[in-house]
């Protein structure tokens, strides 16, 4: 509920906005000056324990020790992958952090230039560089499917509440999915399905500061057969893997209707938004084919990046403002 | 300075009919380019100017990386059509002095340390020209920064003043800026009211570079609204 409150009074800040003058401490993407707190990023403003946060509405993935990301081979070496994951930063993936015993200069026989990895961002020291590991649950070598690419500061969105929205896509779209930190996400299954998919994480990205997203996507997702029509015209762009803006719009056109009905009936039962969700989640992992450890490192993944999560916030939170000292 | 050119007419007006203290007209749109991490489009009067944001990545040559913080790369370069007789296109003598003051602007508001061995690459393009092209191009520039999400301590907002006639006057059009005494091209930071740039050619006595710098830093806080305004508006509209 107090989240709720928070989300309905939400503010767009331009950065260098005011946002607090004493009693509350500086959070995520702000800035203090004598005892006054500015915002360092454009996003939402709000207010979490005590602490001003920005939720940002841009930026760059910046990795974090224990993140997932799908990470793509950017090169090999004798001892070493070099591992593209979507920030300014590549990482290297050293041949004693795979889950495989790999001789001197092996290394390109279990992975080449351009295979895809979920992986843990393993270590980032103070110059940010970046190491990642596959020793862990649930990293692998992704084969098949496909990826697509959001704006990684949409990704808590994408997993939602407690990893409710993406149980509900994999639910609804019987595909498998694994969602990196870094703003990259890995969608297998029927092709049909991935384009259901994919529109549906399209849809959260273009539509991600509403209220009632998990409901809306859900009644997006069980569309009767007119969306399906859509779907089909709009597939030669899907494959082309980039994040084409116009996908969205397209779809608008094509079905007016549905899209009237999703916007206008979220914003009345908003509250069934908390209440629904872990059901759902706890539902999903004995039905579906999914691997557990795929579940599992979805939902992990999910209470960490989930923002509006208090407990993981303030742990987070705590490292934050001394960090912020070093930056004045 | 060739005084055979009327600047202020009889009625007190400039030539444009604008009062001595008044802006050209502004427009400014957020997040016009798709492939770039963050942009911004300008008009300021008849000066038309785009400026993206790349970044922050990954920078190459190595050698150039600065392992403690990121650096700010500039680029401002004016269209070969942006002028009445053609631009020589690249960059010459004057565009790579104005990139180098605007990236040393935008550089003393962006968090570089949070970004160590990055890069956050700065294009400024114009397209049409109309005097005070790198106060428009600053202008545009932090807009785009912000844009990108690149983290920073507030936006910049600059703005000219400048003398015509022994009068001293806000934003010169290129008349004005021609055939004027003086120009005072400036950029603030609208939250403290630190200047990030500043410039000036010509003579101006103390008392009227105070009277010019004032109306410059007043305007800024106009501009300032507009860039708040032009970010603002990008996500009402979704």
């Known amino acids: 509920m107090e989240n709720e409150k928070n989300v309905s009074t939400r503010v767009l800040v331009t950065p260098g906005e005011l946002l607090s003058e004493g009693g509350l401490k500086a959070g995520k993407n702000t800035y203090w000056q004598g005892n006054k707190i500015y915002a360092s990023q454009m996003g939402f403003k709000s207010i979490t324990a005590n602490y001003v946060n920005v939720t940002p509405l841009s930026g760059r993935y910046i990795p974090r020790p224990n993140d997932l990301v799908v990470g793509v081979i950017m090169s090999v070496n004798p001892t070493t992958w070099l591992v593209d994951i979507n920030s300014p930063y590549p990482a290297p993936l050293h041949v004693t952090e795979v889950p495989w015993r790999v001789d001197f200069g092996e290394t390109s026989r279990f992975l080449n230039t351009g295979d895809t990895i979920l992986a843990k961002v393993f270590i980032v020291d103070e110059i940010k560089r970046v190491q990642v590991t596959m020793k862990d649950h649930g990293s692998r070598r992704l084969t098949g499917g496909q990826i697509i690419e959001i704006s990684p500061t949409k990704v808590p969105r994408v997993i939602g509440k407690g990893g409710s929205m993406i149980s509900m896509i994999k639910q609804k779209t019987m595909c498998r999915l694994f969602v990196g930190q870094n703003g990259r996400i890995w969608i297998d299954g029927d092709p049909e399905n991935i384009r259901l998919a994919v529109n549906a994480v399209r849809f959260i990205e273009r539509e991600s500061h509403r209220f009632g997203l998990t409901e809306a996507v859900e009644k997006y997702l069980t569309k009767p057969p007119s969306l399906k029509e859509g779907d089909n015209q709009i597939a030669p762009e899907i494959k082309s893997l980039s994040g084409d803006v116009n996908e969205g719009k397209q779809l608008r056109e094509i079905a007016p209707e549905e899209e009237a009905t999703t916007m206008d009936e979220p914003e009345q039962d908003t509250k069934g938004e908390e209440k629904a969700p872990p059901d759902d989640a706890e539902g999903d992992a004995s039905q579906e084919e999914v691997p557990l450890t795929t579940e599992k490192s979805g939902e992990e993944e999910a209470e960490k990046s989930d923002e509006e999560d208090l407990e993981e916030q303030e742990k987070t939170i705590v490292e934050e403002p001394y960090e912020r000292i070093g930056d004045q | ?238």
């Open chain 2, 1 to 238: 300075m060739n005084k055979e050119v009327k600047l202020l007419r009889e009625d007190g007006l400039r030539l444009d009919g604008r009062r001595y203290d008044e802006l050209r007209p502004i427009k400014i749109e957020a997040g016009v380019l798709n492939r770039a991490d963050g942009s911004a489009y300008l008009e300021w009067g008849s000066n038309k100017v785009l400026a993206a944001i790349y970044g922050p990545r990954e920078l190459h040559p190595r050698h150039m990386q600065n392992s403690m913080k990121a650096i700010v790369r500039c680029k401002y370069s004016m269209a070969s059509f942006s002028v009445p007789d053609r631009k020589r296109p690249g960059p010459d003598r004057r565009s790579t002095e104005i990139s180098k003051v605007i990236g040393e602007a935008l550089e003393s508001v962006i968090f570089t340390e949070q970004f160590p061995r990055t890069v956050v690459d700065v294009f400024i393009e114009v397209f049409q020209a109309d005097a005070g092209t790198r106060v428009a191009g600053l202008t545009a520039a932090s807009v785009a920064l912000a844009d990108a999400g690149v983290p920073m301590k507030a936006l910049i907002t600059a703005c000219a003043a400048g003398k015509v006639e022994d009068t001293v006057v806000l934003d010169l059009g290129k008349l004005e800026d021609n055939a004027g005494q003086a120009d005072l091209p400036m950029a603030i930071i609208p939250t403290t009211g630190e200047i990030v740039l500043m410039q000036m050619d010509g003579h101006l006595t103390p008392a009227e570079f105070r009277k010019a710098r004032d109306m410059a830093v007043n305007a800024c806080y106009q501009i300032y609204e507009m860039q708040k305004d032009a970010l603002k508006r990008r996500y009402a509209a979704e």
